[in-house]
């Protein structure tokens, strides 16, 4: 973010699991904490926005339905009240029905953006703008950089690979990309030290009487987590739950070899 120039797209890319929902949560605390002493004296400022894109029942992506949810994580007021209008972005091909809808919302997100000016917008799960009919992917990453654009404000979107392929069909908005890349744990031996000195974080962390020590099982750990810590950290929470239910002192193998994917 801090080397992004305003109206940039920062793609945050990974595998499920690896830790970017994480990382955005981190980044968004610590603008917050850094702008703190600024939301005093100016208390129209917003931090940072941070929310996640979804898809709608159908398993389909629709802004219509997104841009209320973001909306609401930025606590704005009588979004069902917003004046209907019409998208400044044509290119996203949305059917008659929906224009007005995202139009108002377009309207009200950009007014939010230039009068509460956070330092950055997080739309986490951003691969989920693939899920839309073929003909409107080439637009999706254009519309948000459209929005980026337009309020000068960087627009951070972690999602899995399937981001890449939205921005390879980009047109305008991919020499406006920067990719970071968040990737799995390996068997190479600097990945090995980092891994276990995040498994030795985690292990420090559950209440349980006796510390567990992991330091044997660190291979296997590795491999059925597939590297990454997301899936580790879910997998050492069920481990915990079994060993707290069945009255155990500490968790141990017999535990995670229940407990694993």
């Not at 920062?10 to 994480?22: A, C, D």
């Not at 060993?243 to 995670?256: C, D, F, R, S």
């Amino acid at each position: 973010i801090t080397i992004a120039k305003p109206g940039d797209l920062v793609l945050v890319l990974g595998p499920t699991g690896v830790g970017k929902t994480t990382a955005a949560n981190a980044v968004a605390k610590a603008l917050g904490d850094s702008a703190r002493k600024e939301l005093i004296t100016d208390p129209e400022r917003y931090a940072v926005l941070m929310s996640k894109l979804r898809v709608v029942g159908t398993g389909n992506f629709s802004w219509s339905y997104n841009f209320p949810i973001i909306l609401r994580a930025a606590n704005e007021p009588l979004i069902d009240l917003k004046i209907p209008g019409q998208t400044k972005y044509s290119g996203l091909a949305l059917p008659q029905y929906e224009r007005g809808s995202v139009g108002r919302f377009e309207q009200a997100y950009l007014e939010f953006l230039k009068h509460r000016r956070p330092t950055a917008v997080i739309l986490d799960d951003a691969h989920n703008m693939g899920k839309v009919p073929p003909k409107r992917l080439p637009y999706m990453l254009d519309y948000v950089w459209t929005l980026a654009e337009s309020s000068k404000i960087p627009h951070v979107l972690p999602g899995t690979y399937d981001l890449l392929d939205i921005r390879d069909l980009s047109g305008q908005a991919a020499h406006r990309c920067i990719p970071v890349h968040f990737r799995r744990y390996t068997f190479e031996n600097d990945d090995i030290t980092g891994f276990a000195a995040a498994v030795k974080t985690l292990q420090g962390k559950m209440p349980v009487e006796k510390v567990p020590n992991f330091e044997a099982q660190l291979e296997y750990l590795m491999e059925r987590s597939a590297g990454c810590i997301g899936i580790l950290k879910e997998w050492l929470d069920r481990a915990l739950s079994e060993a707290l239910l069945t009255g155990a002192k500490t968790v141990n193998e017999t535990h995670l070899k229940k407990t694993t994917l």
